[in-house]
């Protein structure tokens, strides 16, 4: 949208600044991710009273009605509607006439390209391979906002591949709703693994990081063939979810615990350990006795990720979880939570504790004060003394690890030998 925008003549400007024009592309994923998207639409009117306030995205979508109760929104628009938002925002400067439009998704069977984008904020850039969701998890609103499976072209995707290379980005990130079920939908006999194949031979592009993945993707045959990509970054972050049989079961995941340590075996084994392996995790969701949360706990321990992103069960109306019994109460959810986190936590220092004294590479990212921070291939942050050497990747010599993130120093004598 930005790139829209820019190729119409208007100047990109950060989002606490006065602007003409603001976009909020909203989350709907849960309640809170609902009211953070309301606080932003009012306080860009803050802003600036007399600027164009507009609402897209998947709140959009599915709550329309919701949005069209705040006063401040010039123009609400659906996830389809993203791409003519140029369009929409010069009609609305013409006629000055509230704009509300959320096209169905649900029966969409095609890919909307945007075409290549090459606008970015970072050194590293998205690549949208795919949209939509088919799975309809208990507690999930996305398909609803997103519709079915969509799959980009791969021949649109390497393209913008390729766009990026000249414009010397070192780091893709493939995204999309759920993109390990890219190609299902495509005439050709195409799956996520072959895309991958095709990307790591694009010349320029030097490291490709995955989205979120669902883990039963995770087979042998992927393992074997994906560690054999140089360019993919040794970082999965696999959608777990719940460790307990049972409560899997209430949410619609199509796995079993098993099958999952069985998908993180393969993984550690195909990388001989040297991968990083994060997850999400509900706790507190409809049903979750005390016992089923001991058996995810104990599961977690045993997993041992990396990090894990810890959410609180929250009910989202045109779901059936919003409509089980048995709903948790605020107060164990927030306990559980806690003690989830705490694992994390103490994985993660863990974790980071073993990069003391090791040299790494890095892609030098940004300039943050006296210091200059990147990410590893698998993730991690690394910060290092200032210097000039930003969107290249260095070797750094770690010396200390803090919580989330490593501090080190820049080999100098290879970023000479670099350049």
């Not at 799975?135 to 906002?145: K, L, N, T, V």
């Not at 991958?196 to 995955?210: A, D, F, S």
């Not at 550690?268 to 089923?292: A, C, K, M, Q, S």
């Not at 045109?318 to 806690?338: C, D, N």
Request: glycine share 4%; charged share 30%; hydrophobic share 35%.
């Amino acid at each position: 949208m930005a790139q829209k925008f820019l190729e119409a003549g208007y100047e990109w400007t950060e989002f606490d600044q006065k602007a003409d024009v603001y976009i909020i592309n909203t989350c709907t994923v849960t309640s809170m991710s609902d009211k953070k998207s309301r606080q932003m639409l009012r306080k860009a009117r803050a802003l600036n009273e007399k600027a164009i306030i507009v609402a897209v995205g998947c709140y959009a979508q599915v709550s329309k009605n919701e949005l069209e109760k705040i006063p401040e929104i010039d123009l609400i628009l659906g996830i389809n509607e993203k791409n003519d938002i140029v369009k929409y925002v010069e009609q609305y400067k013409t006629d000055a006439t509230r704009i509300e439009i959320a096209s169905d998704v649900m029966h969409q069977r095609e890919f909307l390209d945007f075409g290549e984008i090459t606008f970015s904020e970072k050194t590293r850039a998205v690549i949208k391979i795919e949209d939509g969701c088919d799975r309809f998890c208990s507690y999930c609103i996305i398909p609803y906002a997103r519709g079915r499976v969509r799959s980009r072209k791969p021949e649109s995707i390497l393209r913008e591949m390729e766009q990026l290379a000249k414009r010397e980005i070192k780091e893709v990130v493939l995204t999309g709703i759920h993109i390990a079920s890219y190609g299902k939908d495509l005439e050709q006999n195409i799956t996520l693994i072959d895309l991958l194949e095709q990307l790591n031979q694009v010349n320029g592009i030097q490291r490709i990081r995955l989205g979120s993945l669902e883990p039963t993707i995770i087979t042998d045959d992927f393992v074997k063939r994906v560690t054999k990509l140089e360019k993919v970054c040794n970082h999965f972050h696999l959608s777990l979810q719940s460790a307990c049989d049972a409560t899997l079961k209430r949410m619609n995941r199509r796995y079993t615990v098993e099958e999952f340590k069985q998908c993180i075996k393969r993984l550690r084994d195909g990388y001989h350990n040297e991968v990083t392996l994060t997850t999400d995790v509900i706790v507190g969701f409809p049903g979750e006795t005390e016992t089923e949360f001991q058996t995810t706990l104990a599961n977690l321990q045993e997993m041992h990720f990396t990090k894990m992103h810890v959410f609180k069960f929250s009910p989202r109306k045109g779901t059936k979880a919003f409509e089980m019994k048995e709903q948790i109460s605020p107060e164990i959810k927030e306990k559980r939570s806690k003690k989830v986190i705490e694992l994390s936590d103490k994985n993660e220092r863990e974790y980071e504790k073993q990069y003391e004294g090791k040299i790494i590479p890095v892609l030098m990212e940004k300039i943050e004060g006296n210091w200059i921070t990147g990410h590893s291939t698998n993730y991690l942050k690394v910060c290092a003394p200032k210097m000039n050497v930003e969107n290249e990747i260095v070797m750094v010599k770690i010396e200390k690890a803090k919580k989330g993130e490593l501090m080190g120093e820049i080999l100098t004598d290879f970023v000479t030998e670099l350049k």
